[in-house]
C-alpha cells in the first residue's frame, strides 16, 4: 500500500502499466516491484523446481524471485527484474515459469514430491531404461525447467558496445562513492561514476539517515549536482560494473532505454561499456541476507532493507501488519521507519537475548521465527520464544541475517576474501584487483559515516598513486552506530528452510549434501545447486556455507566460499556481441570489380574476408556448370579475365631482400634474375607447408612476393616475425600493397593480342618470355605485368594502382569479350587448376610436406630454410605417407567428390583399410569427365592402379585410375607459349 | 589486457596476437641436432608464473615484442621490440 | 548403496536419512602399487578401469583440491566421436561407445544426452572438409550424415539463413553426439573407484616425484611421502609443473578456455550446434541455461579467467549465427586451463623414466575423452601396452614426425588448435 509523504516517486505523474494483463497504476519513479507492492500484489512468480509461489524478496538487481518477460516478439525479454525494471506509460510484464497461471500453477504438484526431488535425486535415477533419457525423462525435465522464454525470433532490439577512459572509476554512487567522486572529481582528475540504479545515491534514498544535518537523500542529490557541473566526471546511472579485467579494464552494462515506452528514439536499448581505469573505486555496497527458517518463502516475507527501501524512497510499505526479524540491530530501523510512516508493526523480533530494547512496538528479545502460514501469500508466522511458541498474525516480515558486502568484482581475478568475525562476512583483501579498492560497506565499513570517509581516502590514495594532487577537505557529518549483530543462518526445527529461493535449495539439502560427502563448498553448490541461480547466490552463499561449516563441524573462514565470476548481473548476449549479427560478424573486403562484377550478375562467394564471383551467368544458362563451361572455354580458346586481387602481395626491399626469401622459401630467390618470376614454397617451421605463390624480382633489391588470398595475413605475420625476430640485422623491408594493387589474370591464346591493345608498348614474346615481369604503360599509366599463369595457358596479369582497377577490369572484359572470350570466376579458375594439378589450400592443408605434394625436390640442399630442418624427421619422409596424386574415374560417367575416401578395390570401406581423401574436383570440359586430386598412401608409385573411392554419406562408389595430377598439357608447352 | 607497445603506448590485448614462448627468437642451426630442434618446436617450460613471451601487434605497428608477463596473475611486466630483445 | 528411482522413493518416504557418503575419505597409507596424479576426469576414470579392468585396487588417487574441481567441472559438456584422423578417430569412438553404457556402469546418471551434434559448414571448402570428417566417421562405424542448407533449415530454423556473413551451406550431423552433466561424471567414475577400494585422497597435493636410477618410487605431498611402483600423472591443467618435478619438459603450453552459460530459459535450442566461421559451440542444459564457448584466449595462462576481447566475440559469432539468443543473458563466465599441444591432440604414454605414465596434452577436448583416456591409460598402466584405440598418442611423435595427430592444420604453434 501506499504511504502518503513518503517517497521520491513523482505523484504528480501517474504510469499505467499491467502484470498478467490486469491493469495497475503507479508513478514515475517506481519499479515494477514497487508498483506492484502499491498496489499489494504479492505473488510474482514461481520458483524453478517446485514451482512455489514466491513473492517479492529484495529491492535491487539481486533479487531470486520477481523475474517477469517483458515484451514480445522480437523484444521479449525474459528475467527481468521487477525489483530494477522502471515502470512506463503501457508497459506489458507477464509472470514465467507457471502454468496455466500464476496462482494455480499446475507444475506445483513437483513440491508434492519435494520429498523424492531432494538434492542431487537425478543422479540416482532415470536410467532405466537407458533409450527413456532422451526420450521421456530429459524432455520432461528440460520443459519443467528453465525460467522464462526467450520468443524463438530474432532479437530486434539494437544494443551498442563502446569504449571509455579515465583516471578514476568509482563503481556505486551511495555515500562511499560519492564521496570518493567528489574528492577525485574537485581534485580535476577524469572521473567516471557509475552505478547500477536509475537514481543514483545508493542506501541514502532507501534510510533515513541525515548527513550534515540533512536527510541523505537531499545531500546526495547536492553532491550530484556538484557533480554535473564538472566536466572531468562522467555520471553513468543505469550502469552496472559487471567485471574487473586485466590492467584496469572494467566491463560495465548501461540500461539505455530500458525504462522508455518509446525504447528512446535512435537510441539503443542497451550499451556495453568497455572502461580503461587507471585507478577504481569499488563502492558497491551490501547486500542483506535474510535467515532460513521454515516457509521461510512465502510471498511477503522479504529483507528488513528492502521493507525500508519500498518505504522510506517508493513510499510503498508491503504490508498494513508487518514483524521484522533480526539478529542485528539494523533491523530495529525497519521498525522506527515504519512506525514514524504511521504503518502497524505488529512485532519486532530480536535473535539476541540481550539486545537492545526498543520503544513503541511488541520486542520479543530471543526469540526466532520458526514458520510462516497464508495461501500464497504470508497471513502469520510462528515465532519461538523463552516464553514458548505463538502465531503472530502478519502479512509482511522484514527479515535481516545482517549484510554481505558486495565484494564479487574484487574476486574476479582469483582473489580470496577473508572472514570478519565482528560482522560475520566476508571482506575483501586489499590488492585483490591491482588499482582497485573497496570502500564503504562493500568494504565491511557499515556506518555512513564510516562510508563517507572511506570513499574520501580511497580516491586521496587512488590519486596519489596517479600523481594528481587530492585534498579530502572536511568530511561531512553523518552517523556512525557500529555494526552489532549475533550471527544467525539457520532457524532450527522441521519444514523446510530455504536458502537458495529461486533453485530451491533448502537447509536439509546442504546437510544432506554433507552427509554424502559433498563437502567441498564446490561441491556442495554443485550438488545441491545452491548458488546457481540467477542471483549466483548473493542472496545464499553466506548462509549455505555456513549451513555447511555447521554440518562438517568446520569453521566458515576454512570452508571458504565459492568465486565469483563476472559478470555481476546478467548480461544480454546481444549486448556483449552488440554489432556481430547480420553482416557486422568481420569486416567485408571488396575487390575494384566488385560492382562491375556485380553488374554482370556474378554471384559472389567469400574467399576470407573477400568477396570473388563464382560464375558470369549469361542468358540462357540454365546452372553455373554451363557457365563455368563457357568460361573454361574462354580460357582454353579465346582469352579469359579474372581480378586476382585478393592474393597477397608483399613488397620486400632492402640488400637483404634475396636472403630473406632464400630463408623463407624452400627454393632460391637470390638467384632469380631482375624481370623474372619464380613459383616459391613456403614451409612452417615444423616442416609442414604453410602457403605457395610467385615472386617477382622488380629490382636487384627489390622483390614483390604473392601468397594465397587465405595465407596473406599469416605469411605477411611470418615475415615480420623472421625480420624482426630472427634476423633483425637483415637490411630488409616489408610492406603489404595487397590493397595498393588490382590485379588481373588475362590468360588463354588470345591474351597477348588483348594486352597489345591497352598497353603502350606491345607485348614481345622475346622479351616476355614465361615467368618474367617488368614494368609496363597501361594507356599512359604505370602498371606491372607478369607472365605467369594458373590456367596452364598463356597468361598474364596485369596490375595497376587500385585507384585505376575499376575501369581496367571494365576494358579487359570488353576487350575480352571482343575476342570471343570474358570474364571467368571462381569455379572456372578451379577447373583449370585442378586440369594443371595447381594446388590450392584444398591440397596444402596444413598437414602435408613438400614431399607429400611431389615437391620434395623444391627443397633447396644448397641453403637453410625455415623447416627444412622439421621436414627431415624420419615421419616426414618414409614411406606410408599418403601424397598427392590425380584421379580418373574409369567409367566416363563416374562421379567424384571431394571428401570421399580411398580404398584398395578389394577393401571394405573401414577405417583400417583407409588409403587416403579426395580434395579437389570437377567436371573438366577438356577430358569430358570428372577429374580429381587427393592424397593417396604412396600414390606416386601407384600410378595405373585402380583405387576405390567411397563417400559413404552420399552413397556414391567410384572406381578410378590413380594418375599424374596434371591432367592437361603435362609438358606445358601452352604455358610456355 | 593491456600491453604497452614501445611504438604505440599503451593498447588493448584486443590488437595483438600471440606466437608463443619468447625462445622462437633462439632458432637453432641447422645441425644443432633433432633433440636442440624438439626442444625449439615443441618443449616447453610452461611456467606457471612469470613468463616471456611473443607478441605481435597485428593491428597496430606490425612490431613483434616480447612480453614478460605472469601467467598466473596476468601482471604485465615489460614489453619490448623482438628485434632488441636479440641483441 | 546401488542408486534407483525406487532407492529414490524409498528414501523420500523415510525422510532422506539413508543417504551414504557417495567415496569414503581416507588417509592415505604409505604405499600403494600405483599413485595417480590429478583427481580429475581423466584421473579418475583411469582409476575406475584399473579396478573394474584389471583388478588393480590398490590405487591411490592424489587430489591437490577436491576431485572433479579441474577442467572437468568447467567446460560446455560436449560429447562426440566425429574426428577424421586415423588415431584419434577410433579413439573417440570407443569413448563414445563407453558414454553409451555409463550410466549402468556406474550406476550414476551422469545425464549423457545423445542430442546430436550440427557442425555447420558455409564454404564448398568446409563442405568437403566436412565430408572427408563425415566419411572417416562412417567408415569407423560411427553415424554422420551430411544435411543440405534446407535440411538443415528444417532443423533448426531460428539459425540466420537470411543475411549471416558467411552463409550457411549445411551442416555435418551427428546424432549420436550430445551432452552430459560433467560434475556427475567425475563423481560417478569416483564413487565407481572408491566402492572397488580406489583410495581418493583430496586435499593432497604432490610438491614431488621420487625418482631412483631411472626408476620412480613414489612421491611426496603435503601429507607425507607415499612409496608407489608405479606413478600416473593425469593433471591436465597442471601437466608441465607435474612433469618438471620429475624433471621433464612436456610439449605443452597452457592456455585460456572461457565457457559461458545464461540464465536458465525454456527449451530452445534441441542440438549442440558448432559455428563453421568462428569458434562458437551451443548447446542448452537441462537447467535450461544456453552453454557455450569459443576460442582460447590465445596467450599462455594459468589465471583459469579470461578477458573481454575474447568475451565479446564468442558473443559476436553468436549474435551472427542465431540472433534468436540475443535477450539471453549471460549469467557466468569462467575459464579452464588447456594443456595445448602441438599438433592438438593428447598424449597417453610412457616416459622415459621407468614406472612413471603421462596422460595429457587434451587441448579442449577432455571431457568427452574422460572414459576412453582412463580406459586406455589404465590398459597402459597395467599391461603396459597400448591399448589398441589408443596407440599413437605417443611423446616421441613430435620428435620423430610419426603419426602427428593435427585435425586444424595449424602446425606446432600450441595456441592455434
Known amino acids: 500500500m501506499r504511504v502518503q509523504g513518503k517517497g521520491l516517486i513523482d505523484r504528480d505523474r501517474p504510469v499505467s502499466f499491467t502484470f498478467d494483463g490486469v491493469g495497475y497504476s503507479g508513478y514515475q519513479g517506481d519499479t515494477l516491484a514497487s508498483a506492484l507492492l502499491a498496489n499489494e500484489v504479492r505473488l510474482v512468480g514461481r520458483s524453478f523446481k517446485y514451482h512455489r509461489p514466491r513473492g517479492i524478496l529484495t529491492a535491487g538487481s539481486e533479487e531470486p524471485n520477481a523475474l517477469v518477460t517483458v515484451g514480445r516478439d522480437g523484444r521479449q525479454d525474459p528475467n527481468v527484474r521487477a525489483t530494477v525494471q522502471e515502470i512506463y506509460e503501457g508497459m506489458a ?87 570518493a567522486a567528489l574528492v577525485a572529481g574537485r581534485a580535476g582528475a577524469d572521473v567516471i561514476l557509475a552505478d547500477e540504479d536509475a537514481r543514483m545515491g545508493g542506501r541514502l534514498l532507501a534510510e533515513t539517515y541525515e548527513i550534515d544535518g540533512k536527510p541523505g537523500a537531499v545531500w546526495a542529490e547536492e553532491a550530484l549536482a556538484e557533480l554535473r557541473g564538472m566536466e572531468n566526471v562522467r555520471l553513468m546511472t543505469r550502469t552496472t560494473v559487471a567485471g574487473a579485467y586485466d590492467q584496469g579494464t572494467y566491463a560495465a552494462l548501461e540500461r539505455v532505454s530500458h525504462h522508455r515506452a518509446d525504447r528512446g528514439a535512435g537510441a539503443p536499448l542497451e550499451c556495453f561499456w ?148 565482528d560482522i560475520a562476512a566476508f571482506v575483501p583483501v586489499a590488492g585483490m584487483v591491482p588499482g582497485l579498492r573497496a570502500a564503504g560497506a562493500c568494504n565491511g565499513a557499515f556506518s555512513t559515516m564510516a562510508c563517507l570517509r572511506e570513499g574520501a581516502e580511497a580516491a586521496s590514495e587512488a590519486l596519489n598513486a596517479l600523481g594528481i594532487k587530492a585534498d579530502q577537505g572536511t568530511l561531512p557529518r553523518a552517523e556512525e552506530t557500529p555494526c552489532v549483530l549475533e550471527p544467525l543462518w539457520a532457524v532450527p526445527g522441521r519444514g523446510r528452510a530455504w536458502l537458495d529461493f529461486q533453485n530451491d535449495v533448502t537447509v536439509k539439502d546442504v546437510k544432506q549434501a554433507a552427509v554424502e560427502n559433498f563437502r567441498s563448498v564446490e561441491h556442495m553448490k554443485r550438488y545441491t545447486t545452491q548458488g546457481m541461480a540467477t542471483d549466483q547466490g548473493k542472496n545464499s552463499n553466506v548462509a549455505a556455507l555456513a549451513v555447511l561449516a555447521d554440518a562438517t563441524g568446520r569453521g566458515i573462514p576454512e570452508t571458504g566460499t565459492t568465486t565469483f565470476r563476472p559478470p555481476y548481473s546478467p548480461i544480454a548476449i546481444a549486448a556483449l556481441g552488440a554489432g556481430g549479427e547480420g553482416k557486422g560478424f568481420q569486416p567485408e573486403r571488396f575487390t575494384t570489380s566488385h560492382a562491375a562484377t556485380l553488374s554482370r550478375g556474378a554471384p559472389m562467394i567469400e574467399a576470407g574476408l573477400w568477396y570473388r564471383p563464382s560464375y558470369f551467368p549469361q542468358a540462357g544458362e540454365t546452372d553455373w556448370q554451363q557457365s563455368c563451361d563457357r568460361e573454361v572455354g574462354y580460357v582454353r580458346n579465346a582469352v579469359g579475365v579474372a581480378d586476382v586481387s585478393t592474393l597477397g602481395k608483399i613488397d620486400i626491399q632492402g640488400a637483404d631482400a634475396a636472403r630473406l626469401l632464400d630463408f623463407v622459401y624452400t627454393n632460391m630467390f637470390s638467384t632469380l634474375k631482375v624481370g623474372r618470376v619464380r613459383y616459391g614454397l613456403m614451409l612452417r617451421e615444423d616442416g609442414h607447408v604453410m602457403d605457395d605463390g610467385t615472386t617477382a624480382r622488380l629490382g636487384e633489391d627489390h622483390y614483390l612476393m604473392t601468397t594465397t588470398t587465405a595465407a596473406a595475413g599469416q605469411v605477411m605475420a611470418h615475415l615480420e616475425f623472421v625480420t624482426q625476430g630472427l634476423h633483425p640485422e637483415w637490411d630488409v623491408s616489408i610492406c603489404s600493397v595487397t590493397e595498393q594493387w588490382a590485379q588481373f589474370a588475362v590468360a588463354g591464346p588470345r591474351a597477348r593480342e588483348l594486352l597489345n591493345g591497352l598497353l603502350d608498348t ?94 620434395g625436390g623444391m627443397v633447396s640442399a644448397k641453403k637453410d630454410c625455415i623447416g627444412k630442418t622439421m621436414a627431415q624427421r624420419p615421419g616426414l619422409e618414409e614411406p606410408g605417407r599418403e601424397r598427392l596424386v590425380g584421379l580418373k574415374p574409369i567409367a566416363a560417367e563416374g562421379k567424384l567428390l571431394a571428401g570421399a575416401h580411398l580404398y584398395r578395390q578389394e577393401d571394405a570401406a573401414r577405417c583400417e583399410h583407409d588409403q587416403g581423401y579426395v580434395t579437389s574436383v570437377c567436371h573438366s570440359p577438356v577430358l569430358g569427365r570428372m577429374i580429381g586430386l587427393g592424397f593417396l598412401a604412396d600414390g606416386p608409385e601407384r600410378i595405373g592402379e585402380i583405387v576405390k573411392m567411397v563417400d559413404g554419406l552420399r552413397g556414391v562408389t567410384t572406381y578410378c585410375e590413380v594418375v599424374s595430377p596434371v591432367f592437361y598439357d603435362p609438358e606445358g608447352g601452352r604455358m610456355r607459349g | 589486457m593491456r600491453i604497452t607497445c614501445p611504438h604505440c603506448g599503451d593498447r588493448d590485448s584486443r590488437e595483438f596476437s600471440y606466437k608463443g614462448h619468447a625462445l622462437a627468437l633462439e632458432r637453432p642451426a641447422p645441425d644443432a641436432g633433432a633433440e636442440a630442434w624438439d626442444d625449439y618446436v615443441h618443449l616447453r617450460e610452461n611456467p606457471a608464473g612469470e613468463t616471456r613471451d611473443l607478441w605481435h601487434h597485428h593491428f597496430g605497428c606490425g612490431a613483434w615484442l616480447v612480453v614478460t608477463r605472469n601467467t598466473l596473475t596476468h601482471d604485465v611486466l615489460g614489453c619490448e621490440l623482438a628485434s632488441e630483445a636479440r641483441r | 548403496m546401488r542408486f534407483s528411482g525406487l532407492r529414490v522413493l524409498k528414501e523420500g518416504l523415510t525422510g532422506n536419512k539413508g543417504w551414504r557418503p557417495h567415496w569414503r575419505d581416507p588417509a592415505p597409507k604409505p604405499e600403494y602399487d600405483l599413485v595417480i596424479i590429478g583427481g580429475g576426469g581423466h584421473g579418475l576414470s583411469t582409476a575406475y578401469y584399473l579396478a573394474r579392468d584389471h583388478g588393480l585396487t590398490n590405487v591411490a588417487v592424489l587430489e591437490r583440491g577436491y576431485i572433479g574441481g579441474g577442467n572437468i567441472g568447467r567446460n560446455t559438456t560436449i560429447v562426440r566421436a566425429n574426428y577424421f584422423l586415423q588415431g584419434n578417430s577410433e579413439f573417440y ?207 599462455a595462462s594459468y589465471a583459469a579467467r579470461g578477458n573481454l576481447p575474447k568475451v565479446e566475440h564468442v558473443m559476436e559469432a553468436g549474435m551472427a549465427l542465431m540472433p534468436m539468443i540475443g535477450k539471453a543473458r549471460v549469467l557466468r563466465s569462467w575459464g579452464g586451463i588447456m594443456d595445448m599441444s602441438p599438433d592438438g591432440s593428447p598424449i597417453i604414454d610412457r616416459t622415459h623414466i621407468d614406472g612413471l605414465y603421462v596422460n595429457c596434452g587434451w587441448n579442449y577436448g577432455g571431457f568427452k575423452a574422460v572414459p576412453a583416456s582412463g580406459n586406455v591409460f589404465a590398459h597402459l598402466l597395467a599391461t603396459d601396452q597400448y591399448h589398441p584405440a589408443a596407440t599413437r598418442f605417443r611423446l616421441d611423435r613430435f620428435r620423430t614426425g610419426r603419426g602427428i595427430l593435427d585435425e586444424e592444420g595449424t602446425g606446432s604453434q600450441h595456441n592455434l588448435h
Not at chain 1, 401 to 417: A, D, E, K
Request: hydrophobic share 40%.
Open chain 1, 93 to 179: 510484464a507477464r509472470s514465467q515459469n507457471r502454468w496455466p497461471s500464476l496462482s494455480f500453477d499446475l507444475m506445483a504438484v513437483n513440491d508434492l514430491a519435494a520429498p523424492f526431488l531432494g538434492a542431487g535425486f537425478y543422479y540416482k535415477t532415470f536410467m532405466w531404461p537407458r533409450s527413456f533419457w532422451e526420450k521421456l525423462y530429459e524432455p520432461v525435465i528440460r520443459r519443467a525447467a528453465g525460467l522464462g522464454a526467450l520468443s524463438g525470433q530474432d532479437n530486434s532490439d539494437r544494443y551498442e558496445r563502446a569504449f571509455a577512459f579515465c583516471d578514476l572509476l568509482v563503481i556505486g554512487a551511495g555515500p562511499a562513492g560519492l564521496m
Open chain 1, 274 to 421: 568497455r572502461i580503461v581505469a587507471r585507478r577504481a573505486v569499488l563502492a558497491a555496497g551490501a547486500l542483506e541476507r535474510p535467515i532460513a527458517f521454515a516457509d521461510n518463502d512465502r510471498p511477503g516475507i522479504m529483507t528488513a532493507g528492502a521493507v525500508r527501501a519500498y518505504l522510506n524512497r517508493w513510499g510503498v510499505s508491503p504490508g498494513r501488519a508487518v514483524t521484522v526479524f533480526g539478529n542485528n540491530d539494523d533491523a530495529h530501523r525497519t521498525v522506527r521507519d515504519l512506525l514514524a510512516a504511521g504503518v502497524h508493526v505488529a512485532a519486532l523480533i530480536d535473535s539476541r537475548h540481550d539486545a537492545t530494547r526498543l520503544d513503541g512496538v511488541r520486542m520479543i528479545r530471543g526469540g526466532q521465527v520458526c514458520g510462516s502460514g497464508g495461501r500464497q501469500g504470508l497471513e502469520r508466522i510462528t515465532v519461538r520464544h523463552p516464553g514458548g511458541e505463538e502465531r503472530i498474525a502478519t502479512d509482511c516480515l522484514a527479515m535481516s541475517g545482517g549484510w554481505n558486502p558486495s565484494l564479487h568484482l574484487t574476486c574476479h581475478m582469483n582473489g580470496r576474501p577473508e572472514w570478519r568475525r
Open chain 1, 762 to 855: 606491345p607485348v614481345d614474346p622475346a622479351d616476355w618470355p614465361f615467368m618474367s615481369c617488368g614494368a609496363v604503360s597501361v594507356l599512359g599509366g604505370g602498371g606491372r605485368l607478369f607472365r605467369i599463369s594458373f590456367s596452364g595457358e598463356e597468361g598474364y596479369e596485369i596490375a595497376v594502382p587500385a585507384r585505376y582497377g575499376a575501369s581496367l577490369f571494365d576494358l579487359l572484359v570488353r576487350r575480352a569479350e571482343a575476342l570471343g572470350g570474358g570474364a571467368y570466376g571462381m569455379e572456372a579458375l578451379n577447373v583449370l587448376r585442378i586440369e594443371k594439378g595447381f594446388i590450392t589450400h584444398a591440397e596444402i592443408h596444413g598437414r602435408v610436406t613438400a614431399y607429400d605434394i611431389g615437391m
Open chain 3, 93 to 299: 569412438s570407443h569413448s563414445l561407445k563407453l558414454w553409451e553404457g555409463l550410466e549402468e556402469d556406474l550406476n550414476y546418471n551422469v545425464m549423457h544426452s545423445q542430442r546430436g551434434i550440427l557442425n555447420l559448414f558455409h564454404s564448398d571448402g568446409q563442405r568437403d572438409a566436412a565430408a572427408r570428417r563425415g566419411n572417416m566417421m562412417l567408415s569407423q562405424g560411427d553415424d554422420a550424415i551430411l544435411l543440405g542448407r534446407e535440411e538443415l533449415r528444417a532443423k533448426v530454423p531460428f539459425l540466420n539463413f537470411d543475411d549471416q556473413r558467411f552463409p550457411l551451406y549445411g551442416a555435418l550431423y551427428h546424432p549420436r553426439g550430445g551432452t552430459a552433466r560433467h560434475d556427475a561424471v567425475a563423481w560417478g567414475y569416483a564413487r565407481g573407484a572408491d566402492s572397488r577400494g580406489v583410495d581418493l585422497i583430496q586435499n593432497c597435493e604432490v610438491t614431488g616425484i621420487d625418482v631412483e636410477n631411472g626408476r620412480v618410487t613414489g612421491v611426496q605431498t603435503v601429507r607425507g611421502p607415499i612409496r608407489a611402483k608405479k606413478v600416473a600423472m593425469v593433471a591436465a591443467g597442471r601437466s608441465s609443473q607435474v612433469a618438471a618435478m620429475a624433471g621433464m619438459r612436456l610439449p605443452i603450453e597452457s592456455h585460456i578456455l572461457q565457457a559461458f552459460v545464461t540464465e536458465g530459459l525454456k527449451p530452445v535450442i534441441d542440438h549442440v550446434i558448432t559455428f563453421g566461421m568462428g569458434h562458437f559451440y551451443i548447446s542448452q542444459s537441462d537447467k535450461g541455461g544456453l552453454v557455450f564457448g569459443g576460442d582460447l584466449d590465445f596467450y
